[in-house]
Every structure is written in C-alpha cells, then in structure tokens.
C-alpha cells in the first residue's frame, strides 16, 4: 500500500510528460556524424578489388561444394572402420559353444544343461559371495 501512495506521489509531482528530452536538430545532424566517424570505405574496397584478381577463387568455390560429399565419405569411412573393427573384436565361436545347441535330439526333446560358466565372473563383478547367492536362489529372497 505504501508502494502504491509513492507512485500516486511521484504522479502528482512529474505528472504523465516525458522527463527526457532530445536536443533540437539531433536526428538531421545524427546521420553526418555517424558517417564521419565510420573509417574509410574507398581504400578497403580499393584493396579488395587489387587483391581478387590475383587469387583464383575457383579452387575454393570447389571445395565448397564438394565440402557436403567429404564429410558424407569421411562418416561412411569411419562406420565401415567401426564395423570391421566390432567383427575382428568378436571372439570366434569354438566348437562346444556350437555343440549344446545341436545337441538337442528330437526323440527325447531334452536340452542339455545350459553353461553356468559366467557365474563366477558375475559373482566376481557385483562382489557377491556363497552366502548371497545361495540368498538369491532362495525361495524367500
């Protein structure tokens, strides 16, 4: 409320004009001066115009439109080298990881028992031992 007793104050006093003012003939005589501090434009244009001759822009005008397809060639490399890099990483499969799933027969329908040699390199992995596993494994985990 007070807030608003200041702002009817301040009304009564400046009333609704504008405090600030522009000097007379500011905007007429802004536009010369603004144009008599920028520097000399004939000299920098003159040095453009003796220096383009001289160079060939056709090379650079080249390689600007070639620029898209290299960079397209450079990603299609760097995928191809990503892939083959993640085929060679792949470790080979030996013949007993191939032999459980053959070894499946269809007259008794049974699988043999899954490979269970990873568990101890994850036991390994999350610190676990005997004790919380056999916990885990348990019914009433």
């Given at each position: 409320?007070?807030?608003?007793?200041?702002?009817?104050?301040?009304?009564?006093?400046?009333?609704?004009?504008?405090?600030?003012?522009?000097?007379?003939?500011?905007?007429?005589?802004?536009?010369?001066?603004?144009?008599?501090?920028?520097?000399?434009?004939?000299?920098?244009?003159?040095?453009?115009?003796?220096?383009?001759?001289?160079?060939?822009?056709?090379?650079?005008?080249r390689r600007v439109q070639m620029r898209p397809w290299l960079y397209a060639a450079?990603?299609?490399?760097?995928?191809?080298?990503?892939?083959?890099?993640?085929?060679?990483?792949?470790?080979?499969?030996?013949?007993?990881?191939?032999?459980?799933?053959?070894?499946?027969?269809?007259?008794?329908?049974?699988?043999?028992?899954p490979d269970n040699s990873y568990i101890d390199e994850v036991a390994d992995y999350?610190?676990?031992?005997?004790?919380?596993?056999?916990?885990?494994?348990?019914?009433?985990?």
């Amino acid at each position: 409320m007070m807030e608003h007793n200041d702002e009817l104050d301040l009304k009564k006093m400046v009333g609704n004009r504008n405090p600030f003012r522009v000097p007379e003939g500011y905007f007429e005589q802004l536009t010369q001066q603004v144009m008599q501090q920028l520097p000399e434009r004939e000299q920098h244009v003159a040095k453009q115009q003796s220096i383009a001759p001289q160079t060939n822009s056709q090379p650079r005008a080249r390689r600007v439109q070639m620029r898209p397809w290299l960079y397209a060639a450079a990603c299609t490399a760097l995928a191809m080298m990503l892939g083959v890099s993640y085929y060679f990483m792949q470790s080979p499969a030996t013949s007993t990881d191939a032999a459980p799933m053959a070894a499946v027969t269809p007259a008794t329908n049974v699988a043999p028992a899954p490979d269970n040699s990873y568990i101890d390199e994850v036991a390994d992995y999350v610190m676990m031992d005997n004790a919380e596993i056999y916990a885990c494994l348990s019914e009433n985990y």
